[in-house]
């Protein structure tokens, strides 16, 4: 019963309890449940982070309340990352479950290209005024506002224009309001007036602030006096440059108002340039101006458009940069008006954007009524540093602006390795081959070493033999060595990709291989697939079978090696194989964070654990280290176990020795067992070929042992407790070190709670007055005394004793682990040694020592 909100009083709460011939017992409690209150939870919140929106968004919310109270949920966006907020809706009655909200844009205060940050908030019971009990759950993200403004069809057919004549004696006559006549060009048709008309219509209500002193109304009226007729002087007033806002939210600018002469000869209208400063006195009020042949036309305009041809989202090519990039658009306005290209670049998710190093300015582009409209602009992504970017391309033809963001990419020119250590990397280019001088073009060659590994002259994984290599593969891993007084070197490399469409498949041989990522991007080490003997397996199926380990070792910090499931770009790696094989390196992208080397080893179970050992110094470490049982795993090798891989000096190692396997014998740094009952032991070794280095031995995740088992590390005739110890100290000596240590795990057999494990009295039913009563007791400390009361059904005491080490049915008593049995046996009579009636008893054992004390029942019949 979980009590709600409304609920909370006292109660009483009987317990009653009927056997076959319905006798019964109760028993009657007084419980009290308080008027707590558990939060709403709210935990699913769209917009997408980052997401760009236009005219409205959906929102999308899953919410519920814990306790199933009534909830109502509140809207608030914020344009200062959430300094201030400002409300978009306000407790709004919701159903638990998903919802949805669908907010208007238009109709706030929202501006074009701001990042916004929008918060939901769901709260419970809000008409209560308990204090303390009005729960309330939120949930923020950030969202980008695209092109909110309302965009409308011109009012202008081709030569044909809606003609804005203005009255002079209106105007002389009320400097506040100018009525302005609307007009249709004498040469438009009934059907094209009708639309024109139409449109006005929907516009009338013309408002144009001019430093809030002058109103402009628009009227869908015609006046065939100035219609054609301009020879007289007109009046006209052009509003001071500020926002001009249309009754549906549309925002203006001065500039949409266009002023044109007619032409008596050949009855055309030109554009008339002008500024608004030409009609305002030095005191910025407005005067008359008298003009011949002139008229004021409000045009109705249309948003330029622009898509990105280059990058897409869809083309792995352009999801990586290298070198001189092109990026291509489609621009297109419906007025043909020339529109102006802005192109920018983030390295931030689009939080900031800078125009990008090549353009000084915007990029003119020339609108064409027929033909393509596209456009593209060159740059050389090697001004720029490696990392994530976005593009954004902004239009405007002058009046609106709109644009559109690219997918993400990378730019990938070079990798920074460390100098003066050993660091395995791979080269992402394959044409043509990469001599090694020019990935270093200016370093002197003599300070650069370059190696690979050779398998069939290996000794073992410490000692190792290899070969000079002078040019770069991909999917290949090679051993530099960059000698060099800068911490860190350069590696750029000029040269084109692989095949980003295909897989690339890199040959193994039976031992150590060297591999590297062929492809300039991440990719998941699970979805390689493994082809031996003509067969294509999963990476799964082959390591199952025993082809190859389960993980590669990321060397490309030689000081540090991980074992890894996602394969980096510019990163070389160990494989161990046990056979000669392909391997198939898919060429999609990885999109999930890699998983840890211990979620790796499936630690699915109450019975699986893990202990993970880490060797440090003051530069080296070997941390991937894991000993521990998993019910897949048997005490031989097995595919939850994998290798230590080779290492270059200096190093640091920590490995388990396993020479006596039958399967692939050798050294490893997982060494996963099965499930042991009561003793398991672990050896490792701790390696340096460092002098005087202090090196720390830590352990992790102790806590994912059971409580039942004591851990000790043995060093020497030292014995350390992994539960109550963090590390272990010592230097290497002289010469470096090869230190032995074993873990041992074992039962505690008095750590584990005092409990009744098993119960029960023979025979049963009793039938001839005597019976024996057994219980087991597991895990007793010294000390503990079990004994026993039998009561009738009704809750009369009957009698009471002690039990006894030992078990009649098993001989002396047992001293297995399982447990300690107690015994003792009844006659069948009360404590007045009178003998009880046939019926059903209740027999209850009760074991206690020092500081626990448990308790046992169970039925038993008596039948005389």
């Known amino acids: 019963w979980t009590p709600t909100f409304d609920q909370a009083q006292d109660y009483q709460l009987t317990f009653k309890v009927t056997d076959l011939d319905q006798s019964s017992a109760e028993e009657t409690v007084l419980i009290k449940v308080t008027n707590t209150n558990r939060s709403p939870v709210l935990t699913k919140i769209e917009p997408k982070e980052g997401e760009i929106y236009s005219k409205e968004i959906n929102i999308k919310y899953y919410a519920y309340d814990q306790d199933d109270d009534s909830l109502s949920l509140s809207i608030f966006y914020s344009d200062d990352s959430g300094n201030s907020w400002k409300k978009v809706a306000n407790s709004i009655k919701i159903n638990s ?485 392909q391997i198939i390196i898919p060429n999609s992208p990885a999109t999930d964070l890699p998983p840890s080397p211990m979620s790796i080893s499936s630690l699915q179970g109450k019975d699986n654990w893990q202990i993970q050992l880490i060797a440090t110094s003051k530069e080296h470490k070997d941390g991937n280290n894991y000993l521990g049982i998993n019910t897949a795993s048997c005490n031989d090798y097995d595919h939850q176990d994998l290798n230590e891989p080779p290492l270059v000096s200096p190093y640091l190692s920590l490995y388990f020795p396993h020479y006596e396997w039958k399967t692939n014998p050798g050294i490893y740094a997982f060494d996963t067992r099965e499930p042991f009952k009561n003793f398991q032991s672990w050896n490792f070794v701790v390696s340096t070929d460092m002098p005087n280095e202090e090196i720390t031995l830590s352990w992790e995740n102790i806590d994912s042992v059971p409580t039942k088992y004591k851990i000790i590390l043995h060093d020497g005739e030292k014995e350390i407790d992994l539960r109550t110890n963090k590390t272990l100290v010592f230097n290497s000596g002289k010469y470096g070190l090869k230190k032995s240590f074993t873990i041992s795990i074992a039962i505690n057999w008095y750590s584990e709670t005092l409990k009744i494990k098993d119960l029960y009295n023979f025979p049963n039913p009793v039938t001839e007055g005597e019976t024996t009563l057994v219980a087991e007791v597991y895990r007793p400390e010294e000390g503990v005394s079990v004994t026993y009361k039998i009561y009738s059904i009704s809750g009369e005491l009957i009698t009471q004793g002690i039990l006894e080490k030992g078990n009649p049915q098993k001989g002396n008593f047992n001293l297995s682990k399982e447990g300690t049995y107690f015994s003792t046996s009844w006659n069948c009579r009360n404590s007045a040694q009178k003998r009880v009636a046939s019926g059903v008893y209740i027999l209850i054992i009760t074991a206690q020592c020092q500081n626990q004390k448990v308790s046992k029942s169970e039925k038993m019949a008596v039948v005389f």
């Open 97 to 581: 479950g998903a919802g949805e909200y669908l907010w208007n844009l238009e109709k706030g205060n929202i501006k074009d290209g701001l990042n916004y940050r929008l918060k939901l908030t769901v709260t419970d019971r809000p008409e209560q005024s308990f204090n303390g009990f009005s729960q309330t759950a939120l949930l923020t993200k950030d969202f980008t506002i695209g092109n909110v403004i309302s965009t409308r069809e011109r009012l202008e057919i081709k030569k044909d224009f809606v003609q804005i004549s203005i009255s002079e004696d209106t105007f002389t006559e009320n400097t506040e309001k100018v009525k302005l006549i609307v007009s249709s060009y004498q040469e438009l048709n009934e059907e094209k007036k009708e639309k024109i008309n139409q449109a006005i219509t929907n516009t009338k209500n013309l408002n144009i602030r001019v430093n809030s002193t002058c109103e402009f109304n628009l009227f869908t009226q015609t006046n065939s006096e100035y219609q054609g007729n301009f020879s007289k002087p007109v009046v006209i007033k052009i509003p001071y440059p500020e926002n001009i806002i249309l009754d549906d939210g549309t925002l203006l600018k001065p500039e949409a108002f266009k002023i044109y002469r007619l032409d008596p000869d050949k009855l055309t209208w030109n554009l008339v340039p002008y500024q608004a400063k030409d009609f305002l006195d030095k005191e910025n009020k407005l005067i008359k101006a008298s003009l011949n042949h002139f008229s004021i036309y409000a045009l109705g305009y249309s948003s330029p458009e622009i898509s990105l041809l280059s990058p897409t989202k869809d083309s792995l090519s352009d999801q990586v940069w290298i070198g001189k990039r092109t990026i291509k658009w489609r621009a297109d306005d419906k007025d043909l008006d020339s529109l102006c290209i802005n192109v920018e670049m983030s390295n931030n998710q689009g939080k900031s954007w800078r125009r990008i190093n090549e353009i000084k300015e915007e990029v003119i582009h020339q609108v064409r009524e027929e033909g393509s409209n596209e456009g593209e602009i060159s740059i050389d992504t090697r001004n720029y540093l490696d990392g994530g970017y976005l593009i954004k391309l902004t239009v405007s033809d002058g009046y609106l602006k709109n644009f559109v963001v690219s997918s993400p990419f990378m730019i990938d020119n070079y990798d920074l390795i460390p100098a003066n250590k050993w660091a395995m990397i791979s080269i992402p280019r394959n044409t043509p081959p990469v001599v090694v001088g020019s990935v270093f073009n200016q370093i002197d060659p003599n300070n650069i070493k370059v190696y690979r590994w050779l398998e069939s002259e290996e000794e073992d994984a410490i000692t190792l033999k290899y070969r000079s290599a002078k040019e770069f593969y991909p999917g290949i891993g090679y051993w530099i060595k960059v000698s060099q007084d800068t911490p860190e070197i350069k590696c750029q490399v000029e040269g084109d990709f692989v095949d980003l469409n295909l897989p690339y498949v890199v040959s193994l041989i039976s031992g150590w291989n060297q591999i590297g990522n062929p492809f300039p991007y991440p990719v998941d080490w699970n979805k390689v697939q493994v082809v031996y003997e003509d067969n294509k397996l999963s990476l799964s199926q082959a390591v199952k079978k025993g082809l190859l380990a389960s993980l590669p070792w990321d060397s490309k910090d030689s000081f540090n090696p991980q074992a890894i499931s996602i394969l980096k770009p510019w990163h070389g790696c160990w494989i161990k194989a046990f056979s000669n094989c």
